[in-house]
């Protein structure tokens, strides 16, 4: 599965002005709902189950890395929408430090391989240092789109 065919375009938000997990959220889950990728009948629904999701178990995995994510029903395939904090936002990290790239992942409910397909593309990617990097130091929505084009034709390549 590449990136670019599960990203939200209209869900990247590189100036994401967040001051907290459950703000960072929100925000990019209104981006999906603006992009009329996801029913404004949902917006809260997800919000609120992707922070509940945040409260058992933090996504935020080290690196300045978060990838908040949610099966339901409502979806139909998978959708990511990414935000990039360049001040930081508190996800109650592994490693204790400040989250500045968030991938929310929101995958359909009955089709749990779409869901590991996706988790695969995105951890294969934020895995790697040199696309963290660039990814956090990311000013424009077209900087994170080329990036994404880069890093699926080079998965293409393996």
Same mark, same amino acid.
């Given at each position: ?6 990203? *939200? ?49 933090? %996504? ?40 500045? %790239?968030? *991938? ?39 900087? *994170?789109? %080329? ?7 080079? %998965?293409?390549?393996?």
């Amino acid at each position: 599965m590449k990136l670019r065919e599960i990203v *939200v375009e209209q869900a990247i938000l590189p100036n994401l002005n967040a001051s907290d997990r459950d703000e960072a959220i929100a925000q990019i889950i209104n981006a999906m709902v603006d992009a009329g990728a996801v029913s404004d009948d949902h917006r809260e629904e997800f919000t609120n189950a992707v922070i509940k999701r945040e409260k058992r178990a933090s %996504t935020g995995f080290g690196h300045g890395v978060a990838v908040p994510h949610v099966k339901h029903s409502a979806i139909n395939s998978p959708m990511i929408g990414i935000g990039v904090s360049h001040e930081g936002v508190d996800f109650n990290a592994l490693d204790n430090q400040p989250v500045y %790239t968030i *991938v929310l992942l929101l995958s359909p409910e009955d089709r749990p391989e779409n869901h590991l397909d996706a988790m695969e593309a995105i951890f294969g990617n934020l895995s790697q240092e040199v696309f963290r990097r660039f990814l956090r130091q990311a000013q424009s929505v077209e900087d *994170v789109l %080329t990036l994404l084009e880069e890093a699926d034709d080079k %998965t293409s390549v393996r």
